[in-house]
């Protein structure tokens, strides 16, 4: 049984900076690690960062690149999204997801088996 909790969504003004908890539980050793994804009204839910437990892969999307760093706490099995210098556009909400077991942290949504609930995250322009 694998459960992801999303936390520390909330309201920010532009350019300020906000980080998000991914906390799981119920993982084996056939998960390698662990995406952000987000969606905002009207849009498709798209990767913005993965890493896997090992540090060993890290992936950003480019509208993020630079602004936001994805870290792990493999003994806490937690993943933290550091985000920094927010835009209006980073408004969404935000969600964990764990791949197929022995799957890889591609972009491809289709390719998560497990999410977390989700966290609101609101940029003030």
């Known amino acids: 049984q694998v459960q992801l909790v999303e936390s520390g969504g909330g309201m920010v003004q532009a350019g300020g900076s906000l980080r998000l908890s991914c906390a799981a539980s119920g993982l084996t050793a056939s998960n390698y690690g662990l995406g952000w994804f987000r969606q905002a009204p009207g849009k498709e839910r798209d990767m913005v960062a993965a890493?896997?437990?090992?540090?060993?892969?890290?992936w950003y999307a480019d509208s993020v690149k630079g602004r936001f760093t994805i870290s792990r706490d493999a003994a806490k099995n937690t993943v933290y999204l550091q985000m920094n210098s927010l835009k209006f556009e980073d408004t969404a909400v935000y969600y964990c997801?764990?791949?197929?077991?022995?799957?890889?942290?591609?972009?491809?949504?289709?390719?998560?088996?497990?999410w977390g609930q989700g966290t609101q995250v609101t940029v003030s322009s």
């Open positions: 997801a764990a791949p197929r077991p022995y799957g890889g942290v591609t972009p491809n949504s289709g390719g998560y088996r497990y």
């Open positions: 890493i896997t437990w090992s540090g060993g892969y890290i």
